[in-house]
């Protein structure tokens, strides 16, 4: 039923599968990447956007140019896009939903006396 | 559920400020909308490539040809986020670009302007950006994620565009009688076309509305067409220099600014493709495609080979 709905409600940019275009371009072959960078030693590479590229060497070297101009990072990871698996949101309800009661996973849920002190 | 049901939730989402992500439901109008407007916005970084471009081998020093260089790097980076953001929403990078060179989308008519005078880099800078600025502010904050975080990268990188613009009409408002007479030239005339980037009037504007409840934009063309005006005034007496307008004056109970009528004819008539640079615009944008062409497939071709040679030696 969602399916449904979502398809007719495409606007006139083609078929669409699963909310994306195909993301290798026609024209010229080259795939869409995702890129993810390290801003600095010690923290996590970030997605930082999406770029065209003939290969993964084409595609480190096109991140560099576009999203590292201002010393923005030390550490480019690209991977294609098409290999990145994502969840749906329409499923948001049911993947989550474990997570909601179970609040005697945080800390705060346990009631000690304040001599304790921090713990 | 219904598409009744659908769009309430998705107007829920809009009403309390939670961003709509790609693979979320949408109606069709709200993913049109976007694709268009982010396309076009792309479409604008790039032809805006070419008038600044003109000036690239004939900057006046080392320094202002770096610069020039440098924030013509930006613009298209600013190009290519904007197209993964348009992406993103099921648009291919080929269809977006096809309907470019053959015309069929609008890019920013403030580029079907000559750039005839050095100046004209200051006043691009300063003015042109200046009013770009105000609307990418603005769209920081827009309900289409990837618009938006595309959107917080650019404003990030744009400020120094402004700055450099006005750093060099600052330079020539301090020079000899011919170069303050350049510098007055070129914002003569850009200012009224700078005044129409913010697109027609509210009363004219079929698609703000719409936009608006959708928070796609946060303020309607006049809103920030005011804003820039007042922040202009302000920064032009630094230059000792005026702005052709005979009706500009405070407006004390406004609290703003008036200014006089944006001659829209001019507007329509660049809109429509009857600028005095559209046809070349489109000329150069064609010609540069084709002539990458060659680029593009040895680019490919050489990829393919490496990964077959990768193959073999795995075998």
Known sequence: MNNLIIKQYYGDYGEIETGAASTTSAETGWPLWEVFIRSKQGLDHKHAGSLHAADAQMAIENARDVYTRRMEGVSIWVVESKHITASNPDEAGELYEPAIDKVYRHPTFYDLPDEVGHM | ?315
Request: proline share 3%; net charge neutral.
């Open chain 2, 1 to 315: 559920m219904q598409i009744q049901d659908f769009e309430k939730i998705f107007q829920g989402k809009i009403d309390t400020e939670i961003k709509i992500e790609p693979k979320d439901w949408m109606p069709d109008a709200y993913r049109k909308t976007n694709v268009r407007q982010i396309s076009q916005h792309a479409h604008s970084e790039v032809v805006g490539m070419l008038p600044e471009g003109n000036w690239i081998s004939r900057a006046p020093s080392l320094k202002r040809k770096a610069i020039l260089l440098a924030k013509v790097q930006d613009e298209a980076g600013h190009g290519l986020y904007l197209y993964s953001a348009a992406e993103t929403l099921g648009v291919s990078r080929d269809e977006m670009i096809e309907q470019l060179l053959t015309g069929k989308a609008k890019y920013s008519s403030i580029f079907n302007y000559p750039t005839l005078t050095w100046a004209d880099m200051g006043a691009v800078g300063w003015l042109v950006d200046g009013a770009a600025i105000l609307n990418q502010v603005m769209l920081c904050r827009t309900s289409y994620g990837p618009y938006a975080r595309a959107m917080v990268r650019i404003c990030k990188e744009e400020s120094f565009h402004q700055r450099q613009g006005f750093e060099i009409l600052l330079v020539l408002s301090k020079g000899t009688p011919e170069q303050k007479a350049m510098c007055q030239d070129a914002i003569n005339r850009w200012w009224w076309p700078s005044l129409m980037m913010f697109g027609p009037k509210d009363t004219e504007s079929t698609n703000s509305d719409q936009s608006m409840k959708w928070k796609i934009k946060r303020k309607t063309n006049d809103e920030l067409r005011q804003q820039f005006v007042d922040m202009v005034v302000g920064q032009i007496k630094v230059l000792g220099m005026t702005l052709p307008d005979a009706d500009l004056k405070w407006n004390e109970e406004r609290n703003h600014y008036d200014f006089g009528e944006i001659d829209w004819n001019e507007f329509w008539a660049v809109v429509k493709g009857n600028g005095p640079c559209n046809k070349e615009r489109l000329d150069a944008r064609n010609k540069a495609h084709a002539e990458g062409a060659w680029v593009r497939e040895a680019a490919m071709a050489y990829a393919e080979k490496k990964s077959k040679k990768l193959e073999r030696k795995v075998a």
